[in-house]
């Protein structure tokens, strides 16, 4: 909008682009206009920087120093107005080089890391230069790329460029920190370009000196030439995971032996380390930052008295997934196929078997009278004869290569049938009997099974459809995970998201408002994805509850979910968010859990004694308790309770928010607390999508790296085992995006997949059991109308009972893949919006007859906007009408209903599939 770009004009951007400069303009006349806008010097106009030179004046420091590099006339002028350097405390320089990609800057940003953490209270100057390119003169300065802990008020860094050909330094260093030394920084930073061999120019500028190398320089007569292996006072061997570093480190320490005369000194007194800096939290690293410090206090008596407990050692790779399990995809394909092999062959051997019973039950029919009688006869002659002998031994040999579990399924096979015949069908769900009615009836009053079983009568197709497709909870669950689906729960899950917390909650209990279930599935806004504050500023502002709702804070996510009990078995919920999923859950967690503190004071008759000490606590604060924005507040006590109900949205009766803005355990004892809390952690139900993997390959809302990301999910999972969280997912392992990022439905499912397994193998590493932790996965898939995504639920669902039976030893809840299902979003046309409803069921229908443990069915207009309430009961009775009026809906495994022609089982899947 005109209003928010001139907004941002003011805030400080120089131009905004819109859509009228576009058509204006086009693209190139914006790339020009920008380039002319960006070509100029800065540093001509200083306006008092000298005067206000300090450590935490970072825009006075930067003007001062491109006054230095690009009008050192002008700088020389301001020269005597700049602060004294203090002689009362030394400001060390640390000279850091290298050779180039040896991982200066990730060295330097995690020096700083350690720095800050060590020394709250000190500030650091960085200065980095880059090499300039001899035939352009143009400079990457691109240090900023590889530094994530610079982005702090006690940290200032700038890049300069060489502006000359073959050097490591720019001539305008020496301004540069006498400039970071006036504003009194307690510790700078000098890093080259790391131009080649001979870097001691570092040394004439610094008080000490780290040389940076990586294990690849050569043979070890290459050492020889290194000038700086004579002049660091440090030597880091950074990317020690290399090949090879072992045999390196050895080397250089024997160099730099060589070089210093120091044949007497143990090897581990050198200061040589081996680091990895792209590892978090290195031992190797860790070594060396406590060198550094104790070298910077010899050197020059700045007194950094360092407390920073950090773990030591020789750096190691830590590896996500040990390098001997590599072959994990391999390994596990190679397992299914094996299974399908044995599948194979035991199907013909009971072909086999089949046939030489049936002869053998032929030879040895009773007598008959007549023709027959004479023909039976030969029989009974026959059987007697060494061609007879021969049959009978033919069969107890077959009967020996069939395997005993599989003949005992074949000779059951009528009392396993029989039971899907009776009017029910019972069976146990953690020990709790569960009884469902085998068939529906249809207007013609005839009894529709809900399980068609096969009405095979040959032994091999019969067993080959045993192993492979099954009934429905049954291995390998190829047609679903439970016996029945629910007839007192439709799969509905609809996505809503949008504002604040109270604009998203009206919306989840219009989506729920008369269902049986409240399955709740949240989005969230981008600021929320990124983890990021919604503070006003006009550079996020406009995104703060756009196509998500945004949530900051433990109290937006109890209005989220106010009037919601999330410890009752009927509610579920979803959330979709990734990066900052650890953060999120905590949040929905302390919600639970405040929910059931407020419900133990209610049940105690404790509101007044809880009001009074809410009250007390915010009176000593000097603020008022928050409240639920569209409500009246809660703490007065003269609102009657129907007052109070108007103003929530329909179906909220209040629940969660008499605790805003604090928390259960401070009006509690604190024995009553943790029995609360312990007993919503084993109720609560819902999943959180947490899934690092799919967002490094599509979605690409990554705030931490994936490595760091990765540990964390393995923190949540061991939390969620050391807690008995066995209701709530740690992880939806998600296909969806890596669809809408352009994958087709195979590609998809062998991405997710593949995810799934690799944390499987993460966690495993961890030490941790499979049958603690996989069956809290879940995946979430996305649909569409080419044909395979009507079998992408049962081709899924086959191949991970298999590889979790076989290859990891997982139990049946283990093995049990239950998914989400999303109708495709970019399947929706933007024209003609209405006809999106027609694309919409037809998917819903592949999704219900897939056996989807839940479904979100996309609305209409989600092609141009937030769905309306309008089009959203529109989505929801697309699957309502589906799942409760459709006939073939109903029932569970329609597929298999036919009568097959021949002697082969009917194709379920591609055999690439399976």
């Known amino acids: 909008m005109p209003q928010e770009i001139a907004e941002l004009h003011q805030y400080g951007i120089a131009r905004v682009y819109s859509p009228d400069d576009g058509r204006a303009m086009g693209l190139q006349g914006m790339i020009n206009d920008?380039?002319?806008?960006?070509?100029?010097?800065?540093?001509?106009?200083?306006?008092?920087?000298?005067?206000?030179?300090s450590a935490h004046h970072h825009h006075a420091i930067a003007r001062l120093i491109s006054a230095a590099e690009n009008y050192p006339d002008l700088f020389r002028q301001q020269l005597d107005l700049l602060p004294l350097i203090p002689t009362t405390r030394p400001i060390p320089i640390v000279g850091i080089t290298g050779t180039g990609g040896s991982g200066k800057s990730s060295m330097v940003d995690e020096l700083v890391r350690r720095f800050l953490l060590d020394f709250p209270d000190k500030t650091v100057g960085i200065i980095s230069v880059d090499p300039s390119k001899r035939k352009t003169g143009g400079a990457l300065l691109g240090d900023r790329i590889r530094m994530n802990a610079i982005n702090h008020p006690n940290v200032y860094m700038r890049s300069l460029a060489t502006r000359q050909a073959n050097l490591a330094l720019s001539r305008h260093v020496k301004d540069a920190l006498h400039i970071l030394k006036s504003a009194q920084f307690d510790l700078i930073l000098l890093e080259t370009s790391g131009i080649g061999q001979s870097d001691t120019e570092i040394t004439e500028h610094s008080d000490l000196s780290l040389y940076i190398m990586t294990p690849e320089y050569g043979a070890a007569s290459q050492l020889e030439k290194i000038d700086m292996l004579d002049f660091a006072d440090l030597i880091a061997l950074n990317k020690f995971d290399k090949r090879g570093a072992l045999d390196a480190l050895r080397d250089v320490k024997k160099q730099y032996k060589r070089n210093h005369h120091l044949w007497d000194t143990p090897d581990e007194q050198l200061p040589v380390f081996g680091t990895i800096a792209s590892q978090f939290n290195d031992t190797g690293t860790n070594e060396l930052y406590k060198a550094l410090v104790a070298?910077?206090?010899?050197?020059?008596?700045?007194?950094?008295?360092?407390?920073?407990?950090?773990?030591?050692?020789?750096?190691?790779?830590?590896?996500?997934i040990p390098p001997k399990r590599t072959r994990y995809l391999a390994e596990i394909a190679e397992s299914n196929r094996r299974y399908d092999d044995w599948v194979r062959k035991q199907a013909d051997v009971a072909q086999k078997l089949d046939a030489v019973q049936q002869v053998m039950e032929l030879l040895s029919s009773p007598a008959k009278k007549g023709q027959e009688a004479a023909l039976s006869g030969k029989a009974n002659e026959l059987i007697h004869t060494e061609e007879g002998k021969s049959i009978a031994q033919l069969y107890q040999t077959l009967l020996k290569d069939l395997d005993p579990h599989n003949l005992s399924r074949l000779e059951n096979w009528t009392t396993f049938a029989q039971n899907y015949r009776n009017d029910e069908y019972i069976y146990l769900v953690r020990n709790k009997e569960i009884r469902?009615?085998?068939?529906?009836?249809?207007?013609?009053r005839l009894k529709i099974p809900k399980i068609s079983l096969p009405r095979y009568t040959a032994w091999g197709d019969l067993l080959r459809w045993l192993l492979q497709e099954n009934v429905p909870g049954e291995f390998p669950y190829t047609a679903g995970v439970f016996p029945f689906k629910r007839e007192n729960e439709d799969p509905t899950r609809m996505f809503a998201g949008e504002g604040n917390p109270e604009r998203t909650n009206k919306r989840f209990h219009y989506v729920s408002l008369g269902m049986p279930a409240k399955r709740l599935s949240t989005a969230f806004d981008s600021v929320t994805l990124y983890g990021e504050d919604p503070d006003y500023r006009p550079d996020i502002y406009g995104k703060i509850g756009n196509s998500g709702v945004s949530i900051c804070c433990l109290d937006d996510a109890k209005k989220l979910y106010s009037g919601f009990d999330l410890c009752q078995p009927n509610v579920s919920v979803s959330m979709t968010i990734n990066g900052p999923a650890a953060a999120m859950t905590a949040f929905f967690l302390n919600a639970a859990i405040d929910q059931q503190c407020e419900l133990f004071i209610q049940q105690n008759g404790m509101e007044d004694e809880v009001r009074a000490k809410i009250a007390q606590i915010y009176a000593a604060k000097g603020q008022t308790q928050p409240r639920y924005n569209s409500a009246p507040e809660l703490s007065h006590l003269e609102r009657d309770q129907q007052e109070k109900d108007a103003a929530l949205p329909e179906g909220n009766n209040g629940l969660g928010l008499l605790l805003l803005g604090i928390t259960g355990d401070q009006v509690l004892p604190a024995d009553s607390y943790q029995k609360i809390k312990a007993a919503t952690l084993s109720k609560v139900r819902g999943t959180v999508q947490a899934d690092i993997l799919k967002e490094d390959q599509a979605q690409n809302t990554c705030i931490f790296s994936t490595e760091f990301s990765l540990r964390l999910m393995g923190d949540m999972q061991q939390y969620f085992i050391d807690n008995d969280i066995q209701n709530f997912y740690s992880v939806s392992i998600s296909g969806y995006h890596i669809a809408e990022a352009?994958?087709?439905?195979?590609?998809?499912?062998?991405?997710?997949?593949?995810?799934?397994?690799?944390?499987?193998?993460?966690y495993l590493s961890r030490g941790m059991n499979i049958d603690d932790f996989a069956p809290n996965l879940s995946f979430f898939f996305s649909n569409g109308i080419d044909p395979e995504y009507s079998v992408i639920g049962r081709v899924a669902r086959r191949i991970w009972a298999k590889a979790i039976k076989h290859q990891y030893n997982g139990n049946e809840r283990s093995q049990k893949l239950k998914y989400h299902i999303q109708t495709s979003g970019r399947s929706l046309h933007a024209q003609e919006i209405d006809f999106n409803d027609i694309r919409t069921t037809l998917q819903a229908l592949y999704a219900i007859y897939d056996n989807c443990n839940s479904l979100h069915t996309n609305a209409y207009d989600e092609a141009i906007t937030t769905p309306t309430e309008e089009s959203v009961r529109r989505a929801m009775a697309i699957q309502l009408i589906i799942n409760h009026e459709l006939g073939l809906a109903k029932n569970t495994q329609h597929r298999n209903r036919k009568r097959s022609s021949n002697r082969h089982p009917p194709t379920i899947a591609c055999r690439s599939c399976q």
Do not use: C, M, W
């Open 34 to 53: 920008l380039l002319r806008q960006a070509d100029f010097s800065v540093g001509q106009s200083l306006n008092g920087e000298a005067e206000q030179l």
């Open 295 to 320: 070298t910077i206090n010899h050197r020059t008596n700045a007194h950094f008295d360092s407390t920073l407990d950090l773990p030591l050692g020789n750096s190691e790779k830590i590896y996500i």
């Open 436 to 444: 469902v009615k085998t068939y529906t009836e249809s207007l013609s």
């Open 742 to 762: 352009g994958a087709n439905p195979i590609s998809q499912l062998a991405f997710t997949l593949s995810n799934g397994f690799t944390y499987i193998e993460y």
